[in-house]
């Protein structure tokens, strides 16, 4: 497969706010479903395990005019659940068997009452993600409620619970976080070969694709890079904060790398590699999966830091993992977890001496020359009295 057809059918899934592709999956046998998932974090192997599609529903980007979703929420919020209530209201969602609500912050958490009121036929849950000092705790709390999770969605779906079957797909998603994590690690070595709005369409693609059918393109993908050469540009090597839910348009990420910023890590699609290393595949697979996630998961804004130092460390060790020359924190406007995070991210980059800017953008935000003279200019200073 060329590289172009591949881009061009994860563009294809990226622009399909019908979700056309999960209906025709779910055509393709009887008795076939899909449950929904919003940002960060859900617990996908449950949802797989039970038979069902694990659907990511990032909002509608730049692609929808909202026309009903404001009148659900007040004007000083974020955009992604105004275009998630317009998805709702005009019917593309309605392929879906379920939603799920994890708590990645207080928005989050009200539209799953709003989804409730909404669509009162669909199963709706909301995901009170393990949060806390007490690991042990945690990982018997989250566990639990996996093993409920797991109970309703296999009512939902018309099957039984089977330990065997969250196994595999255990299995499953630990070789797709693999395949996430080599492409990130391929355009961290070679950025001019992987540009980010690639990368981020091919994520995109994993939201909505059977795992199978994204690991085959992925790879797919990895073998037109390592095939193809293409010569470096004297871009500036950043890393980008702080995007992890609402998800920034596309032609921002491309105006960041246009404005001479190799994007070299980011939080974009953050829940397809949110766990670090392969869950384990023996014991109790619900004490597993929870075990990941409380021990193991990605630093972030959306959990907990019980170390007051650790939010600080996290840009230093992240620039110095990506041989980063700085770090561009961007986030959603209105996204409390990234803006209430941000002094403290921005005074860990300070003290690291890791140059920094920051801006804020929408889901459809459709002017991007501000982000384009703001990065070329960052990236200019970075080249001429350097970064770390
Ligand atoms: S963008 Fe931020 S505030 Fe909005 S729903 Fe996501 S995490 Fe919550």
């Known amino acids: 497969m060329k590289r172009i ?3 061009a059918e994860a563009r294809a899934l990226y622009e399909d706010l019908d979700l056309q592709s999960v209906k025709r999956w779910m055509a393709g046998a009887p008795g076939r479903k899909a449950v929904g998932y919003l940002p960060v974090y859900a617990p996908k192997e449950i949802i797989h395990a039970t038979g069902m599609l694990p659907v990511g529903v990032h909002g509608g980007g ?24 317009e998805l709702g209201l005009s019917g593309r969602l309605d392929c879906l068997s379920g939603m799920l609500f994890p708590s990645t912050c207080d928005v989050i958490r009200n539209l799953s009452g709003v989804w409730q009121v909404l669509k009162s036929g669909m199963y709706v849950r909301y995901l009170d993600l393990p949060q806390g000092q007490d690991l042990d705790a945690m990982v018997a709390f989250w566990a639990s409620d996996l093993k409920i999770l797991h109970q309703d969605l296999a009512r939902v779906a018309g099957v039984e619970v089977d330990a065997e079957a969250l196994r595999a797909s255990l299995a499953l998603y630990n070789a797709v976080r693999e395949t996430v994590r080599a492409l990130y690690a391929a355009r961290r070595d070679t950025p001019e070969r992987v540009p980010s709005e690639e990368l981020y369409l091919l994520s995109r693609a994993g939201e909505v694709l059977p795992p199978e059918s994204f690991m085959a393109l992925a790879e797919a993908y990895l073998e037109c890079v390592r095939r193809e050469d293409v010569p470096a540009r004297d871009n500036s090597r950043v890393v980008v904060i702080g995007a992890f839910c609402e998800q920034p348009p596309l032609g921002l990420i491309k105006t960041l790398e246009r404005a001479g910023c190799y994007i070299v890590d980011d939080d974009f699609v953050l829940g397809n590699r949110m766990i670090n290393h392969p869950v384990s595949l023996d014991g109790d697979p619900w004490m597993a999966l ?5 021990r193991d998961a990605m630093k972030s804004s959306i959990f907990y830091e019980a170390d007051p130092t650790g939010k600080k460390r996290l840009v230093k060790e992240r620039a110095a993992a990506a041989r980063a020359d700085g770090v561009i924190f961007a986030a959603a406007s209105f996204c409390d977890p990234a803006l209430l995070d941000r002094p403290m991210l921005r005074a860990g980059a300070d003290a ?15 002017q991007f020359q501000q982000f384009r003279e703001q990065a070329g200019t960052f990236s200019d200073a970075i080249k001429l009295w350097g970064g770390r």
């Open 62 to 85: 730049d692609q929808l005019e909202i026309i009903r979703g404001d009148a659900y929420y007040q004007s000083y919020i974020c955009h992604l659940p105004r275009s998630v209530v």
């Open 290 to 294: 929870s075990d990941a996630l409380v």
């Open 352 to 366: 690291a001496h890791v140059p920094s800017i920051s801006f804020k953008y929408s889901e459809n935000s459709g």
């Open 5 to 7: 057809d591949i881009v």
